[in-house]
């Protein structure tokens, strides 16, 4: 038997709860990854003043999180993954119009440190150092950044520095917010997290990457999707909407 997508919605913080009224036929729920809070809060807004009648409920928590509460049958129109992966699984499990699939934005991992870098980071060489006790990264797991993080390092050798130090996020914002409050030596996030916190991390390092850091958007396979689900993924694909991600720091894929 499926598990309750109202319990399911309860396992992020970040996730927007909309267990707590039913959805109405106008509501379009979009589930993102929280890379793309931000922009996307500003594109959905920007979406119900061009769509009158339209209300459009952001979802915002880890990829692999979100792909579970819709695999699960949350009321969901829209997912946006921060990867390939989490997409993937979706699909595999009959919950995406595979049809409607197709990657809007890249972006990119970095290593970022408090504004203050009591530890003198200056990149991943300086990880392995003994006073380097605490270094946050996504749940490979869960996270797509941590996936992203994990595959590098483990090509570049320095994971297993990484890893004896670790602090798991449950989702990117997670880990940004513990560099920004000084809580870990560093951390990995995508660039575009690091770009709203400028004033409390810096970045000391762009981390490449194994595979493309591109995120895919695609329409739910659910009775009752709503008719502005397409308008809305046209509309990210859009040259305005394109215009609003790379606002963001996003770029084009």
Known sequence: MKKSWRGLLAMSALALSVASAPVAAADLVVSAAASLTNAFK??????????????????????????????????????????????????????????TRKDFVQNGVVLIVPNDNPKKIEGL?????????????????????GRYTQG??????????????????QNVRQVLDYVARGEVDAGFVFATDAAIMKDKVTVVQSIETTVPVTYPIALVKRDGRSDAAQAYQDYLLSEEGQAILAKYGFSKP
């Open 152 to 169: 590098s390092l483990e090509k570049s050798g320095d994971w297993e520095n990484v890893e004896s130090r670790k602090v798991l996020g």
């Open 42 to 99: 500003e594109l959905g807004e920007n979406f119900e003043k061009q769509n009158e009648g339209t209300k459009v409920l952001n979802s915002f928590a880890a990829s692999d999180v979100l792909m579970q509460q819709i695999v699960n049958g949350a009321p969901v129109d829209v997912f946006a993954s921060a990867d390939q992966k989490a997409m993937d699984k979706a699909i595999d499990a009959g919950a995406i119009d595979a049809d």
């Open 125 to 145: 060489a300086d990880l392995g150092k003994k006073d380097v006790t605490r270094i946050a990264y996504g749940n490979p797991e869960t996270v797509p950044v």
